[in-house]
């Protein structure tokens, strides 16, 4: 079984629709990153989090360390929103990755 | 500032050869990380280093990997001998601190014949 968990696998969504993307870790973490991939392959950091919750713009990023869950949500959706979103886990000097959440975000 | 800067952006050579990858990071940045990332297994964290210590290289594959951080504002990976597995994006990040938001190079195409 993966440490980190994500899902959906893929996700298609029409423009304005509201998106949850979820990822389950099984193991303690110090911190938790959600990574946004760009269909060229270029990545780019949205959030970290170590508790509670985060807001930029239309996305928010929440974490529950008890539950060992985090879910990233984005508001509003457009079709630039689509990517590959990772989730990635920091256990002390490793880090752990998710497989990514393929979104399609159709106009 | 020009963000976290990676060379070469595309690489192609032939089995046995010897590849070296070269990252600079945001100035003023004090860790930086090497990433591989392939169809198979994904993103993964080779190594990094805090103020130019490497702190854990357990993710480096095996020997034939190395890095280095010279100075602050420059590191590097080597493989050397290169084999057709080690074709992947390589990509270089860099944070404040070790536990801050990372900036991710756009990456280098490595692509072993």
């Known amino acids: 079984k993966n440490e980190v968990e994500q899902s959906p696998q893929n996700l298609t969504a029409q423009e304005g629709e509201f998106i949850t993307i979820n990822c389950s870790y099984s193991v303690g973490i110090s911190a938790l990153h959600w990574l946004q991939q760009h269909p060229g392959g270029g990545i780019v950091s949205l959030f970290m989090l170590s508790s509670g919750k985060k807001k930029h713009g239309r996305l928010i990023a929440t974490i529950n360390i008890q539950e060992k869950h985090s879910s990233l949500h984005i508001t509003a959706s457009h079709p630039r929103d689509s990517a590959v979103y990772i989730c990635?886990?920091?256990?002390?000097?490793?880090?752990?990755f998710g497989a990514g959440t393929r979104l399609t975000v159709k106009p | 500032d020009a963000g976290v800067i990676q060379s070469p952006r595309h690489e192609v050579t032939e089995m046995g050869q010897e590849v070296t990858l070269r990252c600079k990071p945001i100035?003023?940045?004090?860790?930086l990380f090497w990433y591989r990332q392939t169809m198979m297994r994904g993103l993964e964290l080779l190594i990094y280093?805090?103020?130019?210590?490497?702190?854990?290289d357990s993710g480096m594959p095996e020997d034939r990997f190395s890095a280095k951080m010279p100075n602050a504002s420059f590191s590097t990976l080597k493989i050397q001998p290169s084999e057709p597995r080690d074709s992947a994006v390589y990509f270089c990040a860099s944070s404040l601190v070790v536990l801050e938001t990372q900036y991710f190079g756009p990456g280098t195409r490595l692509l072993v014949l």
């Open positions: 990635a886990v920091r256990l002390n000097n490793d880090m752990r």
């Open positions: 280093f805090n103020n130019n210590v490497p702190i854990d």
């Open positions: 100035s003023g940045h004090n860790s």
